[in-house]
C-alpha cells in the first residue's frame, strides 16, 4: 500500500447532489500504521534473551535427567516421564525458527524427528517404561547429549562475539551421531538376550534409529564434507570464456598456459 505517496492515504467517494453531480474525494485517515524500527528492535531482542533463557533451561533440564538415570537407572520411571515431557517442551525450538524467520532450519530432518520422538516416548513410558534394557540407555544418553547440545544453542544465541569459540559444531553432530549408533547395537542385542523388553519394540526403536542415522549422516554430509569439498582452493577458479580460440571456459591457469 505504500508505493507512492498517493497510496498512503485512501480516498473515499460520496455523491453530493448539491455540486451539479460532482465527485469529490476526501482524505481519510490510514488503515495501517507503520511498525516503528525502535518497536522492531525490542521484539528481537525480547526473542533473543527469551532464547537465552531457554537454551540454559534445557542445559540445566537434561543435567538433572542425566543425573537421575544415572542415580536411579533400573528404577527409572519417574525420570521417564520427565524425559518425555522434555520432547514437548522442545518443540520450543521449532516455534524460535518460526519467529526468527529461521526457515531454512525446518528441514525434514527437523520436522521428524522433534515430531516422532514425542510419540516414541510417549508409548515408551506408558507401556515399557524404565528397566535396564531400553529406557534407561536411552534416556541416558540423550540427556547427555542434549547438554551439550543446547550448550552449543545457548552459547550462540549470545551473540557474534562467541562464534570464534564454536568452531566444535561438527563434533556435536558427531557425538548425536554416536549415540544412535550405541542405541542400535544395544537394541540389536536386546534381540537375542534374555530381556524382558517386547521383541516388537526392539524391532521399532531398531528401525527408527536407522532412519536417524540416515538423515543424521546426510546433515553431516552436506554441512561438513560436502561444502569443506566445495570451498578448497582447487574448486575455486573464475571460468575464463575464450570463445575466439573455440573453447566456452577454463577451469584452471594451467589450461591457460597450455594455450599459451
Known amino acids: 500500500m505504500c508505493r507512492n505517496s498517493v497510496d498512503n492515504i485512501i480516498f473515499s467517494l460520496s455523491w453530493n447532489e448539491n455540486s451539479d453531480h460532482n465527485l469529490h474525494f476526501y482524505p481519510v485517515t490510514p488503515l495501517v500504521t507503520p511498525v516503528s524500527t525502535n518497536s522492531l528492535a525490542v521484539l528481537k531482542f525480547n526473542i533473543k534473551a527469551l532464547l537465552i533463557v531457554y537454551h540454559f533451561s534445557m542445559v540445566c533440564l537434561s543435567a538433572y535427567m542425566f543425573y537421575e538415570f544415572t542415580a536411579?537407572?533400573?528404577?527409572?520411571?519417574?525420570?521417564?516421564?520427565?524425559?518425555?515431557?522434555?520432547?514437548?517442551?522442545?518443540?520450543?525450538?521449532?516455534?524460535?525458527?518460526?519467529?526468527r524467520k529461521?526457515?531454512?532450519?525446518?528441514?525434514?530432518?527437523?520436522?521428524?524427528?522433534?515430531?516422532?520422538?514425542?510419540?516414541?516416548?510417549?508409548?515408551?513410558?506408558?507401556?515399557?517404561?524404565?528397566?535396564?534394557?531400553?529406557?534407561?540407555?536411552?534416556?541416558?544418553?540423550?540427556s547427555f547429549v542434549h547438554v551439550v547440545m543446547y550448550m552449543y544453542y545457548g552459547l550462540a544465541a549470545l551473540g557474534p562475539q562467541m562464534h570464534k569459540y564454536l568452531w566444535w559444531k561438527h563434533y556435536l553432530t558427531s557425538l548425536q551421531l554416536l549415540q544412535f549408533f550405541i542405541v542400535t547395537i544395544h537394541t540389536a542385542v536386546n534381540l537375542y538376550a534374555d530381556c524382558e523388553f517386547p521383541d516388537s519394540m526392539n524391532i521399532i526403536v531398531l528401525g527408527y534409529a536407522f532412519s536417524l542415522i540416515a538423515l543424521f549422516s546426510n546433515f553431516y554430509y552436506q554441512n561438513y564434507i560436502s561444502k569443506k569439498t566445495k570451498m578448497s582452493p582447487y574448486n575455486l577458479y573464475t571460468p575464463i570464456p575464450l570463445w575466439s580460440l573455440g573453447i566456452e571456459t577454463l577451469q584452471c591457469s594451467s589450461d591457460l598456459a597450455k594455450l599459451k
Open 102 to 142: 529461521k526457515n531454512n532450519q525446518l528441514t525434514f530432518l527437523h520436522v521428524y524427528h522433534h515430531g516422532t520422538m514425542i510419540f516414541n516416548w510417549w508409548a515408551g513410558v506408558k507401556y515399557v517404561a524404565g528397566g535396564q534394557c531400553k529406557s534407561f540407555l536411552i534416556g541416558l544418553i540423550n
Open 72 to 99: 536411579s537407572s533400573w528404577l527409572a520411571n519417574e525420570v521417564c516421564w520427565w524425559f518425555y515431557f522434555s520432547k514437548v517442551i522442545e518443540l520450543t525450538d521449532t516455534v524460535f525458527f518460526i519467529l
